[in-house]
């Protein structure tokens, strides 16, 4: 397999050139920024083509302001533990732009090939695309071998080389290392669910926490970067997952951030700044009257930046025919507020409920009434369709009468 | 209502007129046209609508035409339970009256407008237009069939008989539902409009999803290969490795064992040499034997091959003198036939002479014949061309000689025949135009004494005696084209006459009889000279004779020929009819020439036979010239193969001669080399140095097989080619590793993931649009099912009343078979009748009015127990029905009449004979 000459090696050279001493005035200090998961070039169905074309934008935004703030915070630079791109076979429009937006970064960044764009055959970091464009202070781990960044800082990294690892993807980037030479910071870049955390639901060989904690007390590393997991995990004071820079999911707890790291001779000090812009959230109505109505309706006011959230709605209960079309028509206007408003299909079981003042309202007689009656009992002995049916007929009705 | 009087006064031809109406029962009106049957029903109609100063062209139209009057209308009737009486004036006078008594038997009257307003009020309360307009049938609209659902007594009815409202508020909601129904599905069921474009275009984003995922599967499949690709690579490449190894392992022995195969190469080399060297010897010996073998041959074939030379060059100059001795003989014979064919030739040119003269003298004869014949045919043909008469011109001139005598004929019998005789001394002098004394005589200019003349007189004839008298005597109005005739018909002879160039008639005939023997003789003549000319012409083969037998030209011959005449007689009264015959000046001359003597017979037969003697003779020469030319062949071929056999015998022994000198020449040089006494010890002495070094040979070849040197080059090549197979296995390997790296490569550029990914996000967005579109189609497909079944179900039901009623009637005109089908609007869609269920649009005309007729009788039934009850009023109706149906459809209007009040407007009264219990009121005119 070809491998990436040189990568730590060209990197000392290019700050040795002139920002080394800025980084090493700290006192035997060293900070880095340290994120993951861009998935650059992920798409998210639910967000519909308008949306989808926002956020992603919002996601290249999200590592540009990365760079913000490794300049804010003097970061010596920055490491992407893993899944930079969602595929190996991205358009060439998401290489590009993330090669744009990687130049707005303007210290080191060193990129680690995650389980999306693994080492394998026909990787993107392989390719003619990503080797022709890519910024010179970019660099991606292609082996396990550690390397000194900056003075006192190695790096090793696990890079994945195969979506379907058969062993611990973290190991190769630590098992074999004698401990850091004194003075030295070693930082393992890995990626990969953590056999603790995933509760034994992964189906693949996942990171041995216990033997990671073993790697940093005996010395042998100083902290652990780790990727996959899209929200910020303290795993222990030294192993942290960053996050994903900007949300993917409603179900991620702390996504868009980026991790600040400062490592001296014995402490670490670790800060979550959010770099990410979107919402991704989930809400659960209960319906059943005009108040649990209007309460829907508030909730949905008092959300911030609308026009950049995502929201899943799952409802339940039944609602009067009347208030069942307030509802809808609710939905469909919030959704073109928000990003994307979604009734959670799986979890969406409003029904109609017609009481026998709904049909008297309408004042249908002989046919007409028979037939919504009918209707009106199918929904009540649980035909779905029926629903539908009973919410169309009164609306036709009124608008008739 | 009831109607109860009608008071048409100066209503369009109705001057006035009352007519009173049963309230109930069956009343026929009867009365002729355009006494004002239907005026009664437009009068009720116009006392309602229209108030007294109306000035609208309908109360203008039914002042009668020139009468300066008041049309009124007075109608009494029961309405709401009130008996009214209503009248209206307009035009003139106007007025209008209203009276009323109530149940109570209270009276109200109104006059003017509040008249008006009151009587329109009470009619509009309780009156359904629609039911009034249903039963009220006015002329020509029997065969409408009534569309009732609008009647509010009607709805009223059906609804207090079957308990099922009538819907006709849910219309509006019922056609919302058609339409969102429509939006989606068609009439039949199938997905329409949007649905269906949005299930197309579903399909299309499944089809393109489905083809990105298929793509971005072979990738990953690329992926996998390429990972198994790369760890076999990995393993071969160990393997080819390790295998490199143990082929140095072998090139190591190899360089131990490369020396003793090289001792036991040159051994091998010298056990070939000293091979080589036995082989030569061996082949030295068996060279000086044969050597000595052919000296041997070679010497006694020499000594026998010069005695044959001897004897056969004795025996050739022998045959060379027999063939001198033949040729003279022969030049001998040939000389004795050189004259015997003279001889010949000299008696064959005699009798050729004698035979030329022969028939010179038959080719004379038949000149001299020749000649008489040419003459006559030119004689005959001067005579064809002198005669112009044939057939056609005698039967012209026969016609036209008919007619000159028809038309004197005519002539004579058309004009007067005078005789004039003089009969005293006086002269009688005559004279006048178209006179004609017959025969061509001349009319003398008097008469002699006692001569008499008669003559036609076809112009003016005077006679007179000078002096005394003068008679005139003038031919007739027929006379001058009586002569006109006779002259155009002799012109005619003449003319025809003139143009056969003969004098008359029989001339005529005689020319035409000499013609036709003319003709034959020119025939005959013809026939006589193509028998002579058959073979040539005789002149030409005369001048031939002539010229081969040398006869010049001479005196003029003995005997004088006759000029020939030809065999025709001249024609009588003809002119100059022939010309002297002259003869061919370009014929042969033969008179020129001197005829031979007549030959003599006997002497050609001499010369004849002295011919054939000569032949004889010659032939007999030539037998023997044969057999002199056959002896001198033989002769010379038997010379020809002594001569040949001596020549081979003289080569034979010369070519011994050689070949023995140079086995002796061969023999001496070999043993120049060695000595025969020296050639077999070399050959021992080569046998004992090959057994030598194949000893030698043997003792090696068992170090070679001890240390198995052998073995070891097939093992290093063996390996060599195993090495060489892994290398081409590794090379295939890396080849398809670099081919699945590059599809990855071309794969990445393509960004096939991102492809597949924006594939499934458009279809989940194509898909749920499509399923937001199923939920709306299929509720909208719902409900208008839902609704449809239940509008369909109370459509039964609330038109069963009308149905049960009109198949009642029915049935009493039709039958039990008969049955009938409502649709919405209550009015009859189909009906049946044993057992056959058509359209109503299908029925018969006739059946279609009794139809339309029974269900305004099913109708006014239905409504006749309530208030809201109108009579039922047919203006001229059953126009279309037979006799049979007539009774039936009477009988059903008379029953008609016990529910309710039925009025009929007829000018045939014959048509509802058969109503039962009707009240006939005739209107006279």
Redesign the interface.
């Known amino acids: 397999m070809a491998g990436i000459p040189g990568v730590v090696g060209v990197l000392v050279g290019w700050l040795s050139a002139g920002r080394v001493s800025v980084l090493t005035a700290m006192n035997d200090s060293i900070t880095f920024l340290h994120s993951s998961d861009w998935q650059l070039g992920m798409m998210r169905r639910f967000l519909g083509p308008d949306g989808q074309a926002r956020w992603a934008q919002a996601r290249l935004d999200a590592v540009m302001r990365i760079g913000e703030v490794a300049k804010q915070t003097s970061a010596a630079f920055v490491v992407v533990t893993g899944d930079v791109f969602e595929h190996n076979q991205v358009e060439r429009q998401t290489i590009l732009r993330a090669c744009e937006a990687l130049k707005r970064i303007e210290v080191p960044v060193v990129l680690l090939p995650g389980n999306h764009d693994a080492l394998e055959p026909g990787s993107l970091w392989t390719s003619s695309q990503w080797l022709g464009h890519a910024p010179e202070h970019v660099k991606v781990v292609t082996d396990t071998l550690p390397r000194e960044i900056v003075p006192g800082v190695e790096i090793v990294g696990a890079p994945w080389r195969s979506r379907r690892p058969v062993s611990d993807p973290a190991a190769p980037g630590y098992a074999d290392l004698a401990p850091a030479p004194a003075g030295t910071k070693r930082i393992l870049l890995a990626h990969g669910q953590l056999t603790s955390l995933s509760g034994g639901m992964s189906d693949v060989p996942t990171i041995d926490q216990t033997s990671l904690e073993a790697a940093v007390t005996d010395g042998r590393l100083h902290y652990i970067g780790l990727g996959d997991r899209h929200s910020t995990t303290e795993v222990t004071d030294r192993i942290w997952f960053s996050g994903t820079q900007e949300v993917t999911a409603p179900e991620e707890t702390h996504p868009g951030n980026v991790l600040k790291v400062t490592l001296t001779a014995e402490e670490i000090e670790v800060e979550s700044i959010r770099v990410g812009a979107w919402h991704m959230v989930e809400h659960h109505a209960e319906l059943y009257d005009e108040e649990s109505l209007t309460a829907l309706e508030d909730w949905f006011a008092e959300l911030p930046e609308k026009e950049r959230t995502y929201v899943r709605l799952a409802a339940d209960g039944s609602l009067p025919l009347p208030l069942l079309s307030r509802l809808d028509a609710m939905v469909d206007a919030q959704g073109e507020v928000f990003a994307s408003v979604e009734r959670w299909a799986k979890f969406w079981t409003v029904r109609p409920a017609p009481d026998a003042a709904d049909l008297d309202a309408l004042q249908l007689s002989g046919p007409a009434r028979a037939a919504m009656e009918e209707l009106r009992q199918a929904l009540a002995g649980g035909d779905e369709g029926a629903g539908a049916a009973l919410t169309l007929m009164h609306r036709l009705a009124r608008d008739a009468g | 209502m009831r109607l109860h009087s009608l008071t048409l006064r100066n209503f369009r031809g109705v001057k006035d007129r009352t007519v009173d109406l049963p309230a109930i029962g069956t009343t026929v009106v009867v009365g002729d046209n355009e006494v004002g049957k239907s005026s009664l029903v437009e009068a009720f109609a116009l006392v309602f609508d229209f108030p007294d100063d109306s000035k609208s062209t309908r109360i203008r139209d039914i002042q009668p035409v020139g009468q300066d009057v008041a049309p009124e209308v007075t109608v009494e009737l029961t309405l709401g339970g009130r008996e009214l009486a209503y009248t209206k004036r307009w035009l003139k006078n106007r007025s209008t009256e209203l009276s009323i008594v109530d149940s109570d038997g209270r009276r109200q009257t109104w006059t003017g407008r509040e008249a008006h307003n009151e009587a329109e009020r009470l009619f509009a309360e309780n009156v359904d237009p629609v039911l009034w307009q249903t039963l009220m049938v006015g002329q020509g609209q029997s065969l409408v069939l009534p569309t009732p659902a609008d009647a509010e007594p009607l709805i009223t009815a059906v609804t207090a008989e079957s308990g099922?409202?009538?819907?006709g508020?849910?219309m509006?909601?019922?056609?919302?539902?058609e339409h969102?129904y429509l939006r989606y599905w068609t009439r039949g069921g199938r997905p329409h409009g949007e649905y269906a474009k949005s299930a197309a275009v579903v399909a299309t984003a499944e089809l393109a999803a489905e083809q990105a995922l298929k793509a971005?599967d072979e990738?990953v499949a690329?992926?996998r290969r390429?990972?198994r690709l790369?760890l076999d690579l990995d393993d071969l490449s160990s393997r080819l490795g390790d295998h490199l190894k143990s082929v140095e392992d072998l090139r190591e022995r190899k360089k131990a064992t490369d020396e003793i195969l090289l001792r036991r190469d040159s051994i091998r080399s010298r056990a070939e040499t000293a091979r080589a060297r036995l082989e030569n010897h061996t082949r030295t010996r068996l060279e000086r034997e044969r050597l000595l073998a052919d000296v041997e041959r070679f010497t006694k074939a020499d000594a026998e091959l010069a005695e044959r030379r001897t004897d056969s060059e004795t025996v050739a100059r022998k045959a060379a003198e027999t063939v001198h001795a033949a040729e003279a003989a022969l030049a001998e014979v040939v000389e004795l036939k050189d004259e015997r064919r003279a001889q010949v030739q000299d008696a064959e040119r005699l009798v050729s002479l004698l035979m030329d003269r022969a028939e010179l003298d038959r080719l004379t004869g038949q000149q001299a014949e020749l000649v008489d014949v040419r003459a006559r045919i030119a004689a005959a043909g001067t005579v064809l061309d002198g005669i112009k008469v044939d057939d056609a011109i005698v039967a012209e001139l026969e016609d036209a000689r008919a007619k000159v005598v028809e038309a004197r004929a005519a002539l004579a019998a058309g004009v007067p025949e005078v005789l004039v005789r003089r009969v005293g001394a006086e002269a009688v002098e005559l004279s006048g135009t178209g006179l004609d004394a017959g025969s061509g005589k001349k009319v003398p200019g008097s008469l002699a004494e006692d001569g008499e003349i008669e003559l036609l007189v076809s112009g003016e004839l005077v006679v007179g005696v000078p002096g005394q008298v003068e008679v005139k005597v003038r031919a007739g109005g027929e006379a001058a084209t009586l002569r006109a005739l006779v002259d155009e018909a002799v012109r005619r002879e003449k003319d025809l006459l003139k143009k056969a160039r003969v004098k008359d008639l029989p001339a005529a005939r005689e020319l035409l009889r000499k013609g036709d023997l003319a003709s034959a003789e020119l025939q005959e003549a013809r026939r006589t000279e193509r028998s002579l000319t058959a073979g040539g012409d005789p002149a030409e083969r005369i001048a031939l004779l002539a010229a081969r037998l040398g006869i010049v030209e001479g005196e003029e011959p003995a005997e004088e020929r006759e000029s020939k005449q030809p065999a025709v007689e001249a024609v009588p009264g003809q002119m100059s009819l022939f010309e002297q015959f002259e003869p061919d000046e370009n014929a042969f001359d033969f008179e020129d020439f001197e005829v031979p003597a007549p030959m003599d017979v006997g002497e050609l037969a001499v010369a004849q036979r002295r011919q054939e003697d000569a032949r004889s003779e010659l032939a007999e020469v030539e037998r023997l010239l044969a057999d002199a030319e056959f002896a001198a062949a033989q002769a010379r071929k038997a010379a020809d193969e002594d001569r040949s056999e001596a020549q081979q015998a003289r080569a034979r022994a010369e070519l011994a001669g050689e070949r023995l000198t140079a086995a002796v020449e061969a023999l001496e040089a070999a043993r120049a080399v060695l000595a025969d006494e020296d050639v077999d010890s070399a050959e021992v002495e080569a046998t004992a140095e090959v057994e030598s070094v194949l000893d030698e040979l043997t003792a090696v070849q068992e170090q070679v097989d001890a240390v198995g040197a052998d073995e070891v080059a097939g093992e290093l090549a063996d390996a060599l080619a195993v090495a060489t197979r892994l290398q081409g296995e590794r090379d295939v390997l890396r080849d398809s590793?670099r081919t699945?790296?590059g599809?990855?490569?071309q794969?990445?550029?393509?960004?096939?993931?991102?492809?597949r990914?924006?594939a499934?996000?458009?279809l989940?967005?194509i898909r749920a649009e499509h399923e937001s579109l199923k939920?709306?189609a299929?509720?909208?497909r719902?409900?208008y099912e839902?609704?449809g079944?239940?509008?369909a179900?109370?459509q039964t039901k609330y038109s069963e009343p009308l149905q049960n009623r009109i198949e009642a009637l029915g049935r009493s005109v039709y039958g039990p078979s008969f049955r009938v089908w409502l649709d919405d609007d209550l009015a009859v869609a189909e009906r049946e009748l044993d057992g056959a269920r058509l359209r109503v649009e299908a029925l018969s005309t006739g059946a279609h009015e009794q139809l339309a007729i029974i269900t305004r009788l099913a109708i006014s039934h239905l409504v006749s127990t309530g208030d809201s009850s109108v009579p039922v009023i047919f203006d001229d109706a059953l126009g279309w029905s037979d006799k049979g149906r007539l009774r039936d459809m009477g009988a059903l209007l008379g029953r008609a009449g016990d529910h309710g009040q039925v009025i009929i407007l007829t000018c045939m009264p014959e048509r509802y004979e058969h109503v039962p219990k009707a009240t006939f009121i005739k209107l006279e005119a």
């Not at chain 2, 099922?164 to 819907?167: E, I």
């Not at chain 2, 509006?172 to 539902?177: D, E, F, G, K, S």
């Not at chain 2, 794969?747 to 492809?755: E, F, H, I």
């Open positions: 099922t409202p009538v819907d508020a849910s509006p909601l019922v056609t919302a539902v969102e971005m990738v690329d992926i390429a990972e790369a590793l699945t790296e599809r990855l490569e794969s990445g550029r393509d960004g096939l993931a991102t492809r990914d924006s499934e996000l458009d989940a967005a939920r709306r299929d509720a909208a719902r409900v839902t609704l079944r239940h509008r179900e109370a």
